[in-house]
């Protein structure tokens, strides 16, 4: 079995900022694990993933994760929020037993404040 | 045309009308998805089709009936919806073994 569990459904930084975005996974093995971001009546657009090799994963628009498996998160981070990052995020879990299925959190409303 | 494309864009409909949402993907996935997301509430799976059978069916009404006639192609029927369908219909893809999900843009579906 698997699942996401995101801190914060709502997550307020200034433009500049430090964005933190938290998300912690329980996988019975190894898992797969990605965030997406969905801006306003979009669908989801793949950040970046984590499947195997280096932990720390960089994707587009400047963010990275981080996947610990000592504690079972894969958090988001970008140094300087934009105000063009203010969007939904979702953390998603998979393994390779159960296909390519992915099990989403409830996603992370993220407002950045000029 | 590369990625997962949906139509329509937006649609309003009747409590009585019958209309189709359509998802087409140029991937070369072998599985697709139906999500529905809805105001303040997450993501709900809808339909899995993996290898165009239906695999997966989570306790939709049956006022929602999906078709997948090839794998690139998935619809979802509709008919005699209630205002609370209202939502946004998102279509995904993905290839079986695969990492990640590739996503269309979604239909804004109201009904009224």
């Known amino acids: 079995a698997q699942s996401v569990t995101q801190l914060g459904s709502h997550v307020s930084v200034s433009e500049g900022a430090l964005v933190l975005l938290r998300c912690n996974y329980s996988s019975s093995v190894p898992p797969y694990l990605f965030w997406y971001v969905q801006y306003p009546n979009q669908g989801l657009q793949l950040l970046l993933k984590y499947t195997t090799g280096a932990t720390l994963v960089k994707g587009i628009n400047g963010f990275e994760a981080e996947f610990k498996k000592s504690e079972t998160s894969f958090h988001l981070t970008k140094p300087s929020a934009h105000m063009s990052d203010a969007a939904e995020y979702f953390c998603a879990v998979s393994q390779e037993t159960s296909g390519s299925r992915l099990t989403f959190g409830e996603g992370t409303q993220l407002t950045v404040n000029p | 045309e590369t990625g997962v494309t949906q139509t329509p864009r937006h649609l309003v409909m009747g409590m009585t009308n019958k209309k189709s949402l359509k998802c087409e993907q140029h991937l070369g996935h072998n599985a697709m998805y139906w999500y529905k997301q809805s105001a303040k509430k997450p993501l709900e799976l809808m339909f899995v089709?993996?290898?165009?059978?239906?695999?997966e069916n989570n306790s939709v009404p049956s006022r929602f009936s999906p078709e997948c006639p090839n794998s690139s192609h998935l619809f979802l029927h509709l008919h005699t919806l209630q205002p609370e369908d209202s939502a946004l219909y998102l279509c995904a893809s993905s290839q079986v073994g695969g990492h990640g999900y590739t996503f269309g843009s979604g239909t804004r579906l109201t009904v009224v």
């Open positions: 089709y993996s290898l165009e059978e239906r695999v």
